[in-house]
Each structure stands twice: as structure tokens, then as C-alpha cells.
């Protein structure tokens, strides 16, 4: 069975730029989120999806931030337009069910310059 | 929200013990989970433990969780050169993960 993959592996784009990362969960898992570590810091949740409907966004840092799973299977989320802040790893993560163990992907790393 | 705490560092010997330390805040975490990453690799889930055990053991794992101290730890036994790596504890509650900011383990010859 394929696990979490995301895609690109690593984005370096200039401040003021848009970056799409992008995100396919276990098959058949309902659930996926999206998490970011910056630089040495925790693990932060951003939000969560049950198929395609956003059931928790309360860790998206601010509107240049958008999430979308149309269809229920793989996910975006595209920031619009980069800051320095937003460099870090993002991680995707997915779930058969809400209380299942997470699966995580490799993270997309992102660096704003 | 919830706030972990881990160490952020933590050299070993090859061959000893290593205790890796996490506090949490949030008394009514359900589970509570060891999260294992590898240069360039994901998070790796090595282990958890159900808020209603003391301990939990798993080969050369042992969790040990004291919840009125809010205190969580893994001990890693005879530790090898493949133990390297970043460790995240991590607390499960309203559907979703708080991790600490990791401990990366250093295993020395």
C-alpha cells in the first residue's frame, strides 16, 4: 500500500511569490491534515479534512493561506503571497478515521527568500 | 491550545540508555504518542500509550507516563547508530496531534 506522498519535496521561492503544495493521502482515508514545523519549532496542526469538507482550520496562520481537497482525495494548499515567515516543513498526514493513527508523508520543505 | 515541552537535544553512548523527557498540559489527552524522524524521511509513529496506563513497553522501547506530573517519557534500550534521529512527543486530542519541538537524539561510538 502507497502511503502519504507530497509533492514537491523541497520550494525555494521569492517573497511576494505563490507556492502550491500538494498532497495525496493513504487510499481510502477520509481524513487528512496538514501540519508545519518552522525552523527548530514545534509541530503545528494547520487544519483537517474529513473528505472534502475543511472540519477544523483553526491553525491556518492567515487568509494567504488556502486549503482545498476537491473530491475528497488529494489536497492542496497554496500560500498567496509568500512571506519570510511562512518558510518551514509541511507535513501532510492522513487517517482512515478520526481517532486512527495519522500517516504522515515526507514534508514539502519551503524556503521564502 | 495544548503546549508540549521536550528537550531539544540529547547525546548517547552506543550501547547505553536513552531517556528522551515531554510534559504536556492538557490533562484530558486521550493518547499520547512517540513520533520517530529520519533525515529526509517522514514521521515514523515508534510507539503510544492510552492515557489510562502507567506504562507501556515494546522491545527496546519503554514509555513510562505520569499524568499527574503530566510528564511523559521514552527510554530507548542499548542504543544503536540507527536510533539517530529526531524524536516528537505528541498528544492526541479534538482530532488532532500537538507535538513538542523534537529532541534529536546524537549516538556516538
Known amino acids: 500500500e502507497a502511503g502519504v506522498t507530497q509533492f514537491p519535496s523541497h520550494s525555494v521561492i521569492e517573497k511576494g511569490q505563490t507556492v502550491t503544495l500538494r498532497c495525496d493521502p493513504i487510499?481510502?482515508?477520509?481524513?487528512l491534515y496538514w501540519y508545519r514545523r518552522v525552523m527548530g519549532k514545534e509541530i503545528k496542526f494547520l487544519l483537517h479534512?474529513?473528505?472534502?469538507?475543511?472540519?477544523?482550520e483553526s491553525g491556518m496562520p492567515n487568509n494567504r493561506f488556502l486549503a482545498e481537497r476537491t473530491g475528497g482525495t488529494y489536497s492542496t494548499l497554496k500560500v498567496q503571497p509568500a512571506e519570510l515567515e511562512d518558510s518551514g516543513v509541511y507535513f501532510c498526514?492522513?487517517?482512515?478515521?478520526?481517532?486512527?493513527?495519522?500517516?504522515f508523508g515526507p514534508g514539502t520543505r519551503l524556503t521564502v527568500l | 491550545g495544548e503546549d508540549v515541552e521536550q528537550s531539544l537535544f540529547l547525546s548517547v553512548r552506543e550501547g547505553d540508555s536513552s531517556v528522551i523527557n515531554c510534559t504536556y498540559t492538557d490533562s484530558s489527552s486521550t493518547y499520547l504518542y512517540w513520533y520517530k524522524q529520519e533525515p529526509g524521511a517522514g514521521l515514523q509513529l515508534l510507539t503510544y500509550i492510552f492515557s489510562n496506563m502507567d506504562m507501556k513497553q515494546d522491545q527496546r522501547l519503554t514509555v513510562l507516563l505520569n499524568k499527574k506530573d503530566k510528564h511523559l517519557s521514552l527510554r530507548i534500550a542499548d542504543t544503536q547508530t540507527g536510533d539517530s534521529a529526531i524524536y516528537f512527543c505528541?498528544?492526541?486530542?479534538?482530532?488532532?496531534?500537538?507535538f513538542g519541538a523534537g529532541t534529536t537524539v546524537t549516538v556516538r561510538a
Open positions: 479534512f474529513v473528505k472534502e469538507s475543511k472540519q477544523d
Open positions: 505528541a498528544v492526541f486530542n479534538d482530532y488532532k496531534l500537538s
Open positions: 498526514a492522513s487517517s482512515r478515521g478520526t481517532t486512527d493513527e495519522q500517516f
Open positions: 487510499s481510502g482515508h477520509d481524513n
